[in-house]
Every structure is written in C-alpha cells, then in structure tokens.
C-alpha cells in the first residue's frame, strides 16, 4: 500500500511570490537595501498541491485565480508540475493572489498577502470536485481562501471518510463544527498561539497547545516547529521528534512542504506517525533551497536524503 499512488484533492490558494533577499527583515517604517528578487509561483494551497505532486500523487487543484500575467504563469506552472487543473478558474472580477515576501540571511523571513482571486473561491467550486474529494486517499486546505468553502469541503470530505487535513494558516478562531471533521490539524507555533491562547516557545508549551485543540474536538494534532521539529499528539499518544539539522536556506514553504506530504503519506495508507516522520524529512530538503514550489523535492531527492540521514 505505502508505493501506491496517491490521490490527492488540495483546496486552496494561489499567489505569485514576490521575493527579496537581504541580510535582514527591517522594522517598522526603516527602508533597507536588499539583495536577489525573484518572482515564482506560490500560495499554501498551490505549494501544498505541487509539494504533494513531486512526490507522485496525483493532486487535483480546486482553486482561482485572476485572468492576467499572475495567474495565467501560475496556471501553466501548475501544469508543468502535473497538477490536475480541471477545477481551477480564472476570474476576471479579481486580480491574482499576490504575497510579498523578505527572506533574511538565516533563512527567516516576513510575508504579507493580498489574497485577490482567492477570496472569491466558493463552496459552489468545491461542489464541482465533489466526486473525487469522495474518491481521494486525502483532502487538504488552509485558510488562505474563504472558511465556509474550507468548511463545504472537510464536510464533503469527512462524510466520504476520507482523511481531511488543514493547514490553519493564517490562523484565526474554528468553529467546533469544523474543527470536529479534521483528521489532522498542522498548525505552527503561531498559529497554535492563535487557536488556543497557549504562547507556543518549547516542546512543553507545545504539548498543552494540542491538548487543548484535542479537548477542541480536533483527532490529531501536529504542532510544527521549524528548527526545532514537531509535536505529533492525538487521544493516546503525544511525541516530540527533533527536526533535521540541515543549511537552512529559505524557511518560506517549510510547513506547506510538511502538509503536502504527509497527505500524501497518509493516502498511500502510511501510519500517521510514519506519515509525519516521512513529512520531516521532506520539510528538511525543501528549506536547503530558494523558493516556494521550486524548494519542493522529487521523491527520488527524498529517498536519497533519507538514505544519506540513515
């Protein structure tokens, strides 16, 4: 089961990054010079889709985008990748998900999105995947498009029994409703800060952040903490595992790498745990390199990674 082909639904956005390198993020109101721009496809959902298609999967996308440059690139890309783009739109009453992004010499960095396109992504355009959320071996999104289209799918998703995985970011307040159909929620430390009130800084904090999401009605919780791993925690079990120490490159699509993923871990029937461990070894080689969607690793660069960490 773990070599079968998975089948993916990723519900999400798209933007197109806007990248500055410099050697740090500047404070409010100061104007720094920077170093290298770069202009590349980007957007939880999108990065989350292509990370899942790299490794494999067959993804489909349900999203939108603008009908101009940004999103017509963004499209193309999307099928260079190998994504099934059957359920993605252009619309021309909005402009293309944008998101402006400073990357510091530790591999930090500070993003602002304007969210155009993706804020017009409906319930209705979920609806039209619908047959196959109900065939996927997983179904992922985040909250970069509208909660009530997110809600439609982990409904759609949760009824089929299929997995539904949520990427809560940027984070704001869930209903019980929703978070009660997540089989799995990857929250970072700030966004757990944001859905349970818990300051997020070190493995304990983490822990009482996911029981309080469990005490939510969330099933699994993993708790993504950058350089220093991730808390795994459900009803039975809660495990701290340590990231692995690379060169930190570009930390901008670490966690989409991590979700994407794992649900693809998860729908070629892995354990949530052997899913979550395959997931961080995918997070590590995408932070070695510049870029969004282009950091996304190959399964063949992974397996070659895993055997040299062996």
Known sequence: M??????????????????????????????IL?????????????????AAAKLGARVHFVARLGNDLFGRKSLDNFRLEGLDTTYVALTSDAPS????ITVDGTGNNAIVVAPGANARLSPEDVRRAEAQIRAAGAVVAQ????????????????EAGVPFVLNPAPAQPLSPALLSMVAVLTPNESEAQIL??????????????????????????????????????????????????????DATAAGDAFTGSLAVGLAQGRSLREAALFANHVA?????????????????EVEEFVALDA
Do not use: W
Request: overall charge positive; aromatic content about 2%.
């Open 143 to 158: 909250l970069e498009v509208p909660v009530t289209t997110v809600h439609c799918a982990a409904e759609i998703a949760y």
């Open 2 to 31: 773990k070599d079968a082909i998975a089948q993916i639904v990723v519900v999400g956005s798209s933007n197109m990054d806007l990248v500055v390198r410099s050697s740090r993020i500047p404070v409010p109101g100061e104007t």
């Open 196 to 249: 349970t009130g818990v300051a997020v800084v070190d493995e304990g904090s983490a822990r009482k952040a996911a029981r309080k999401l469990l005490s939510d009605g969330v099933r699994t919780v993993i708790v993504t903490m950058g350089s220093k791993g991730f808390l795994l925690a459900d009803e039975n079990t809660m495990e701290f595992v340590p990231a692995i120490k690379v060169k930190t490159v």
């Open 34 to 50: 920077g170093g290298d721009f770069l202009m590349v496809p980007g957007g939880k959902g999108a990065n989350q889709a292509v």
């Open 97 to 100: 998900g944008v998101a402006l």
């Open 284 to 300: 590590a080689v995408s932070v070695t390199r510049l870029g969004a969607q282009p950091s996304m690793p190959t399964r063949r």
